[in-house]
């Protein structure tokens, strides 16, 4: 299922040029107080905007243009992703509930269940993402969590399949979509009913904003409003502004994110250091079939295994790389790579050695290569 049109979308998507002298972009605005003409309008809320936290002409043109991306009611913005993350599950869970979470999930949603939902007495139980939940599911399940694929050993699952089982029982189906972003897989469109992205990566895309936002479908909308209101949640305009000029230019960008990761891909797998590249993309990878049929697009961001290194050999390769930043976070436009390390409770993640993850930048792709090529060569001299 391929989004039409995306480009044409986010060129026109939340602006209010005539609301604004015709500026192409919604100003920045920087509104806590609003002010009401009269007690009758104050008393109605009978104006667009009526306190700064609860709304401004920058949140505004932001969730527009988001909801038509996802195809979703109602979006809601939010500091940071892992706050996306939070709000969506506080929206719908309550004390007594349990929950399925997938096992390759980012690991601060983790801790989130493991530290703070279990102290209102919410119940995590986390599933290998290729299970299949139907045994897992019980009568208190209240929603199962995706994320696909997981960020750093790039599991796909089947949503669809996933959200036929959960609705059938009545649960609610939670998806965190920052690799692909919408612009590659519309959740809502797979059955989705709370679409989760971290901002802060792709549509920002410049490494220098945290948001996120949660993008619900019509009969999860109130709930979801309802919790972000009630937790005073908000973005700055400052914030809203950036995430919407990284926005307009996503589908680009993501083109060519795509284009150097597979280069650097094709590149890894023909070393004799490298034991597996991770990346749904690739048609050797286990979950090539379901993102061929799901999504429309890959992203720059996949991890790779080597064969048995020592931590010295690793850093030597590491810390002599010249354009990839050590760094958590991507979907900026500079390369980055870590090391992986790989936490699971429902299913072990077996790896013949380290494992890195690269976030393929917008550098020139013979630039990357040559200074992987020399890293390559550092860490076969170091014992
Ligand atoms: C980074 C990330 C988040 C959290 O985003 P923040 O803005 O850093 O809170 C959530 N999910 C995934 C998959 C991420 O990579």
């Known amino acids: ?38 007690l ?3 008393a109605n809320q009978s104006q667009p905007y009526y306190y700064g936290r609860r709304g401004t002409p920058s949140s505004r043109s932001l969730e527009e243009a988001i909801n038509g991306l996802e195809g979703s009611a109602r979006t809601v913005l939010v500091p940071s992703g892992l706050a ?3 709000t969506a599950i506080l929206s719908l869970v309550q004390a007594g509930d349990h929950i399925l979470m997938v096992d390759s999930t980012y690991e601060p949603t983790r801790l989130f269940c493991d530290q703070t939902l279990a102290r209102f007495g919410v119940t995590t139980e986390y599933y290998p993402p290729l299970a ?3 045994p897992l599911m019980k009568p208190n399940t209240r929603l199962v969590f995706c994320e696909s694929p997981g960020s750093l050993t790039f599991e796909i699952q089947d949503i669809a399949a996933i959200a036929k089982i959960a609705h059938a029982k009545g649960a609610s189906v939670l998806m965190d979509n920052t690799w692909a972003t919408p612009i590659y897989f519309q959740p809502l469109a797979h059955g989705v009913d709370l679409s989760i992205q971290a901002a802060t990566k792709y549509v920002g895309g410049h490494a220098d904003l945290n948001m996120g936002y949660v993008s619900a479908n019509e009969t999860h909308a109130e709930r979801l409003l309802q919790t972000h209101g009630n937790m005073g949640l908000c973005s700055s305009g400052d914030d809203c502004f950036l995430a919407l000029r990284g926005l307009r230019t996503l589908p680009v960008r993501l083109a060519q994110h795509q284009k150097t990761a597979m280069t650097l891909i094709n590149w890894l797998k023909a070393q004799p250091a490298v034991a597996r590249v991770l990346y749904p993309a690739l048609e050797s990878d286990p979950g090539y079939k379901l993102w ?18 020592s931590d010295k050999a690793v850093a030597a390769f590491v810390d002599g790389l010249h354009h990839f930043g050590i760094g958590y976070s991507w979907g900026g436009f500079e390369s980055l790579i870590v090391p992986t390390h ?10 013949e050695g380290p494992v890195l993850r690269i976030h393929a930048g917008l550098e020139d792709v013979e630039d990357l290569i040559a200074d992987l090529d020399a890293g390559l060569k550092r860490l076969k001299e170091t014992k």
């Open 132 to 134: 299949d939940i139907a």
């Open 292 to 309: 061929k049929r799901d999504f429309s697009g890959a992203t720059g961001l996949f991890s790779f295994v080597l064969k048995p290194a």
């Open 1 to 38: 299922m391929k989004k039409k049109n995306t480009g044409t979308h986010l060129s026109s998507a939340g602006r209010m040029s005539k609301d604004h002298f015709g500026a192409v972009n919604t100003p920045v605005y920087r509104a806590s107080t609003i002010l009401f003409p009269d």
């Open 342 to 351: 790989i936490n699971r409770t429902a299913a072990a993640f077996a790896a």
């Open 84 to 86: 996306a993350i939070a």
């Open 40 to 42: 009758d309008t104050l």
